[in-house]
């Protein structure tokens, strides 16, 4: 990758003058203002990245249900409630915030492995549009929770149609020997155990095959595979109802160029309309790719240290922020937020923040022109950052900004002290 590769979040994210803005903010500003790290999201990426599925699925019975996870800030759940979107949710927790943020409960599907009791009588009392169900003792459970407690469930089963993603393994999830959904050839047995559990009513077919997909292939051998099942099922006598495809696509992290959603789903549609699928309501979940590239997180270099080996740029933002190169040893452009001149010599430097573990650097052999003192900006940060940040170090939350034109708002301000030991006692 070049320097003079495109910015990933472009051109929501753009330098005027040498200095680097959001849409029309500079984050220089909001650093000052707000101190640092800091994340900031820009309004109108997120609804352009949006408007590409909404193009993509036009005149279509599809529902695009934002996966929480990815970013559950409340500020980011409610612009996308208004902009139509349904919610993809993991968790009790995530239903309580989508449900704050506005959404409606029908058009929220729950995902997850794992979901407790507690978790399923919650989403049934809110009246969530479909549970995804990922095991067949979990269809057992739940047909016990919903009569239990007066309700009928409606699932789709999440099959595994065992096709590589050929992402990064952590994030590819619709291989076999994965924790995730039903092997494909038990599909057609746990359906017919789904309907006719009292509990249960059958209302569609999931799948989500990974993360971070950059190639159109995977989607679409994933697709002949779930129609292949869906045309078995439904010949054994249970109607199906819709398809839920899951979400997955990339984002530009190190100038990747992963298919465009509207030019996906014109493909994708047009495999369902050859197979006669057409007329099918469709669910969609994505999550990275309507955020990933909305977000930055500004951060303020501490120190430099220079080694025999490696120099070091210690950064006040660390793994707990921004816990993706740890995790995944996942890759973040880091830029300047003010371009250097034409005179500045770069050096080489890990960029790590002050976290005492190894694993907490956010970019490795970056040349970078810096002085203490000077801000970064670590860019596709909108997704998986601050929804995984952890106070790890005692380190409070950084702040989040939400930036729609001039205008910029703190949608969720810096924790304090107080947050941080908030409800223990000595
Ligand atoms: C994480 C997840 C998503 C969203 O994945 P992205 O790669 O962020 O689009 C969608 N569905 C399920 C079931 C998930 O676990």
Request: contains cysteine; proline residues 6%; negative net charge.
């Amino acid at each position: 990758m070049t320097l003079t590769a495109p910015l990933p979040g472009a051109p929501f994210f753009h330098y005027h003058d040498g200095a680097l803005k959001v849409e029309d903010v500079p984050l220089s500003a909001l650093a000052q203002a707000h101190g640092t790290p800091l994340f900031v999201y820009s309004q109108a990426a997120i609804l352009h990245a949006l408007a590409a599925y909404q193009r993509g699925l036009a005149g279509r019975n599809a529902l695009i249900c934002y996966a929480v996870k990815a970013n559950s800030s409340l500020a980011i759940l409610k612009l996308l409630a208004q902009a139509g979107c349904g919610f993809d949710i993991v968790s009790g927790g995530e239903l309580a915030r989508a449900l704050a943020a506005g959404a409606d409960a029908a058009k929220i599907v729950f995902s997850g492995i794992g979901k407790t009791r507690a978790e399923m009588l919650a989403a049934l009392q809110a009246g969530v549009g479909c549970f995804n169900v990922e095991s067949e003792a979990e269809l057992e459970t739940l047909s016990q929770v919903a009569s239990a407690s007066g309700h009928v469930a409606p699932v789709s089963i999440r099959v595994n149609p065992n096709v590589d993603a050929k992402t990064h393994p952590y994030i590819s999830t619709g291989l076999k020997g994965n924790k995730f959904g039903i092997a494909h050839e038990r599909a057609l047995a746990a359906y017919q155990r789904a309907a006719a559990l009292p509990g249960l009513r059958v209302a569609g077919i999931d799948c989500h095959i990974g993360s971070q997909i950059t190639e159109e292939a995977p989607y679409l051998d994933a697709l002949e595979r779930i129609l292949d099942l869906v045309q078995a099922i439904e010949a054994a006598g249970v109607a199906i109802g819709h398809i839920d495809f899951g979400g997955g696509l990339g984002i530009d992290y190190a100038g990747d160029t992963p298919p465009a959603a509207d030019a996906l789903w014109a493909r994708l549609l047009a495999r369902l309309d050859a197979r006669g699928f057409g007329q099918r309501p469709l669910i969609i979940e994505p999550g990275r790719s309507l955020v990933g590239n909305a977000g930055a997180c500004v951060t303020e270099v501490l120190y430099l240290k220079p080694g025999e080996q490696k120099n070091f740029c210690i950064v006040d933002a660390a793994m707990n922020d921004l816990p993706r190169p740890a995790l995944y040893e996942a890759f973040h452009r880091i830029v300047p937020l003010r371009q250097p001149g034409a005179a500045a010599t770069p050096a080489t430097y890990d960029v790590v923040g002050p976290v005492c573990e190894s694993g907490d650097w956010l970019g490795r052999d970056r040349a970078l022109a810096v002085q203490p003192g000077d801000h970064l900006a670590v860019l596709s940060a909108g997704a998986y950052c601050m929804s995984m940040a952890s106070q790890y170090n005692s380190r409070p939350r950084a702040a989040e900004v939400l930036v729609s034109g001039a205008q910029a708002r703190v949608i969720r301000p810096r924790e304090t002290l107080h947050d941080l030991m908030r409800g223990e006692s000595a």
